[in-house]
């Protein structure tokens, strides 16, 4: 069986690399007691871009902030005929909001997972608790520490009791005598409280500190001993600030001669002396959301008198009298517990030999056998790796259609363009765009649903736009809240998008007052359809013009219209097109798939052969680019693609999504190859956890849709073009199902 152990690693000073190295240590270096024949490499995770100087068993190295390195580690680790993979999970040890660049990795995998939990939060975010239920649901078993965690995940977290595993936190098989580790460090005339770890604000030393004076008084020969560093994450935001209080703290209650900070990260050898030369252990941590602590883990397995408050792993671990409890920050109680543990060295001896014993039973080698007892029960049932599932159209997996965000939205002018995750940002004002496009949504959910709140809005809407139309057919684009204009003519972006929607209208209006509204708009517009230039602004107004003439196929004006827009993408094409580049342009930019939807439009009008060839050819090109892994990976706003360039993953936009489900529903129209609409519903799925991040874009809360990826995460604004463009895309899977139907 072969390993790959993905987590931060030594001489990197953290403590999930001391836990990935011992696991390593006791499944492939010392597995003297386990039978099978193992091996096994480490892809470690470098922090801000440091470098370090790693053993030989580390293979590969993640920047904790490259993106792309979790795509070239995972390409690695797929060939490197691994049988699995071992997760050390923290947020805060890989890169993105909360930790979210592992998604991208993980999704990748081609072997089955088992993912150890070091942090389970009570109450998490939005988006940690989007990351943990993801990493669950990809791991093929969840190891965790506590029975604490269990409850966790499968009460906040819903994750399926069967698929956790508990496996007490490990600790190094190191045996040092009392006596002789005091004499060692020449303590033997000392009473000696030990605290170990990582120094920051929520390890709670002052509460310690504050309870001495009480102590000293009758043992003048305790001494208080903190090992080991300032935490990296606070030396590099607040430096020595703790450190330096509680120093000052010492000095102000005149403890000079009774606490001894040790400012170093010690070797696990020396720790263990450190440990077993200590009288009383204390983890005086101030809250109980500690669902792990390898260090208390470690002053159990030596046989320490331990001394905590009751966060979540201590309450569990010093249970039945292996241990003592003590309030959060509360320095009387602590003085109280000591003085009463120091009167009573035979109690005190009674603590250590209960923790001594418990601690035999979770050694390192007793754990390492116990996650090959699980890595084996995986690979014995031969797991079906959730990558290669095929996403298959079907939609009952898809939310209920709602407007509620819509709604929230819009007000009597028209609908806000942006918002402050789920609230309405009126600062941003109004603009055409997404005027257009809501007039396009509600008109499809009433002709689809007879959704009567999707009528009330579109009046709303089509006065916008009517608002908006300058005398010489053009359109104005922003409005400010105040109703006042902020340009004189948009963009022919926006011109474009109206005309696809007027267009829309035109096919489907559900009365004859909307019709001729939106005739008279089109209409005053029609003479600025020669004079468009950019790609999309043509494209757009192909596909108004097309639904135009589904009902008034007589116009011939308007098919030759037709016909020169497209010729003038075609000529786009032609101009830009080599043997590896089938598209319109030198990049990749923006509503890409709206340029290819625009001439299958126009080839299911006006029947000619160059047009539909040259759409499906450069449809072809986005797909093998975009939709190569199964599943749709849009082009990043952050840099584009430019032609023999790099391709930008960040920023992914939900109309980029958008423009490829209406592209492939309009090749099904044209085709009826079923294919389409396979390809359909995996773009759409984009939208539901099917991307590069396994992220939902969709809010299950607010009912609106986010606004993309960006290089940290979700963007959780919920503005009106991505909520508009995901409900499009739900109400066009919903027509493409009726469709398949009728034809099976």
Known sequence: MKLAYIGTYPPRECGIGTFTRNLYNSMVINNETIKDSIEGFIVAMNDHDQTYNYPEEVKFTIRQEHQRDYLSAVKFINLSGADLCILEHEFGIFGGQDGV????????????LIVTLHTIIKSPSYNQKAILVEICRMANKIVVMSHKAIEFLTSIYNIEKEKI????????????????????FNLENKKVLLTFGFIGRNKGIETVIKALPKVIEKYPDVLYMVLGKTHPNVLRYSGEEYRNYLQHLVKSLNLNDHVFFLNEYINQKELFKYLSASDIYITPYTNEAQITSGTLSYAIGVGSAVVSTPYWHASELLADGRGKLFDFNDSDGLSAVLLELLDNPEELKNFRKKAYDYGRKITWPKTGEKYVAVANKILEDKPNVLLKK??????????????????????????????NFGIPNLKEGYCLDDNARALLMVLMAYRQKKNTLALDLSPIYLSYINYMQNKDGTFRNFLSFNRSFLDEAGSEDSFGRTIWALGYLLGNAPNDAYYQTGRSIFFNASPNFEKLQSVRGIANTIVGISYYLMVNPSDDSMIERL?????????????????????????????????????????????????TSTAIETMNFLTEITLKDGYFSAIGNEKWYSKGGERSLFAQQPVDTLAMVLMYH??????????????????FMWFLGENDLRMNLFDFETEGCCDGFESYGVNRNQGAESSLSYLISHLTVLLAFEEFEKIN
């Not at 930019?589 to 052969?609: F, Q, T, V, W």
């Not at 044209?670 to 389409?676: C, F, G, R």
């Open 101 to 112: 660049y592992i998604l991208s990795l993980i999704h990748r995998l081609e072997i089955p």
């Open 666 to 683: 309009q090749a099904f129209h044209l085709t009826q190859d079923k294919e389409y609409l396979t390809k359909l519903f995996a773009c």
């Open 390 to 419: 095929e996403i298959t159209l079907d939609p009952l997996i898809l939310p209920p259609f709602s407007l509620a965000h819509i709604k929230r939205l819009t007000d009597d002018t028209g609908i806000i363009q942006h918002a």
């Open 165 to 184: 595993v508990f496996i007490e936190h490990g600790v190094p098989d190191f045996q040092f005598s009392h006596v002789q580790s005091k004499e060692e």
């Open 563 to 611: 016909r020169s827009l497209s010729f003038k993408l075609i000529k786009q094409y032609e101009e830009n097109s080599i043997a590896d580049w089938k598209w319109f342009e030198p990049l990749l930019a923006y509503d890409n798939g709206m340029i290819p939807l625009a001439l299958l439009h126009s080839a299911y009008i006006l029947k000619d052969s160059k047009i």
